[in-house]
Nanobody, 128 residues
Framework: QVQLVESGGGLVQAGGSLRLSCKAS????????MGWFRQAPGKDREFVAA????????YYADSVKGRFAISRDDDETTVYLQMNNLKPEDTALYYC?????????????????????WGQGTQVTVSS
């Protein structure tokens, strides 16, 4: 199993920035990609961004392209989500996920939950 711990959430005004972190531990060798998802109150969980385990390729939801950037540390155990020009509609609980199935980073968006490990989430609130 891969354990994931998110941090970095908080309250920010519209137009502001936040950087989320996700620290991976445990059987990280079983992870093929890392990603971020979010869930707003009353809405389904949605994909935000993903990056290959080696960090060579990334994939974004259209709603965050040009504003968010996913990256990872050289130690390959921490993934970041830099969020710029935040909007009130970005308010959600943000989750980190690890893909346990071989494939491109975009695949993490549609895997079964049995093929993904999840963190507990970190809250992001954007005020208008």
């Amino acid at each position: 199993q891969v354990q994931l711990v998110e941090s970095g959430g908080g309250l920010v005004q519209a137009g502001g920035s936040l950087r989320l972190s996700c620290k991976a531990s445990g059987r990280t060798s079983s992870a093929y990609a890392m990603g971020w998802f979010r869930q707003a109150p009353g809405k389904d969980r949605e994909f935000v961004a993903a990056i290959s385990w080696a960090g060579g390729s990334s994939y974004y939801a259209d709603s965050v392209k040009g504003r968010f950037a996913i990256s990872r540390d050289d130690d390959e155990t921490t993934v970041y989500l830099q969020m710029n020009n935040l909007k009130p509609e970005d308010t959600a609980l943000y989750y980190c996920a690890a893909s346990l199935r071989l494939g491109p980073p975009s695949a993490i968006a549609t895997l079964d939950d049995a093929e993904r490990s999840w963190g507990q989430g970190t809250q992001v609130t954007v005020s208008s």
